[in-house]
């Protein structure tokens, strides 16, 4: 049985950190690339972040120098690491694998508020 679980998301102050983790099982991570995307209120999921099987990067630009993806594939596990946060970082993050199969999390809601 396939499972991605999101999480490290929550109420963070303007100019705060966040790091979110995706944990997979069932899968053989290291064969997937893992994408993060976020979905705001009354907005459409939008994708932040990527990272390769080959550990290549990539990010929209609207995070771009503030937020890193990575991943430990002996840990079956991706990380989005979530600098200098900003209230439009607001939103519903969501892990994404795309490989032999895709998948989706069931996301964890991050808020950036005074």
């Known amino acids: 049985q396939v499972q991605l679980a999101e999480s490290g998301g929550g109420l963070v102050q303007p100019g705060g950190s966040l790091r979110l983790s995706c944990r997979t099982s069932g899968i053989a991570f290291s064969s997937y690339a893992v994408s993060w995307h976020r979905q705001g209120p009354g907005n459409q999921r939008e994708r932040v972040a990527i990272i390769t099987i080959g550990s290549n990067t990539y990010y929209a630009d609207s995070v771009k120098g503030r937020f890193t993806i990575s991943r430990d594939n002996a840990k079956n596990t991706a990380y989005l690491q979530m600098n200098m946060l900003k209230s439009e970082d607001t939103g519903v993050y969501f892990c994404?694998?795309?490989?032999?199969?895709?998948?989706w999390g069931q996301g964890t809601q991050v808020t950036v508020s005074s």
């Open positions: 994404f694998v795309q490989g032999p199969n895709d998948f």
